[in-house]
């Protein structure tokens, strides 16, 4: 993959990381943890250095688990199966640092992050569909 190429996937995973997980996470952390929406918005503020970070690192580990299982991404049972396990061992983690910086106390950490656990193994598979979206998106754009 020559430089362009890369960053342009570096552009699309971290935009697409940044936007799903702004629009998923202040959902959950306002309406189930009961964060206010200053806390929510601080949480989703700490996490664009995060999402630049880690947006195309996830990326490359999605990309990976689909090679290392050997399942395909055109069936839809296969890929709902890798972007569900690659959303959850790599967002949840991820997540409770985030709240953490932004200063939830511990129990709204564990209610968030046992609500986002949730969320996030039913998120995967729409994460993945968005994601391939923004991807050929920046991808057409340059």
């Not at 989703?44 to 688990?65: C, H, V």
């Amino acid at each position: 993959m020559d430089t362009s190429s890369r960053w342009r996937m570096f552009l699309a995973d971290t935009l697409s990381m940044t936007v799903f997980s702004a629009v998923l996470c202040m959902t959950i952390e306002i309406f189930l943890a009961g964060l206010t929406f200053g806390q929510s918005l601080t949480a989703r503020i700490a996490a664009i250095p995060t999402n630049l970070l880690t947006g195309r690192a996830y990326g490359i580990y999605r990309d990976w688990l689909f090679r290392y299982t050997s399942l395909k991404e055109d069936s839809c049972v296969q890929a709902a199966i890798v972007d569900t396990i690659a959303f959850l061992s790599f967002q949840v983690p991820l997540y409770g640092i985030v709240l953490w910086i932004a200063g939830a106390s511990l129990k709204q950490m564990l209610v968030s992050a046992t609500s986002m656990t949730l969320i996030f193994a039913l998120a995967g598979r729409p994460y993945g569909i968005f994601l391939q979206a923004c991807r050929r998106w920046i991808l057409s754009l340059f």
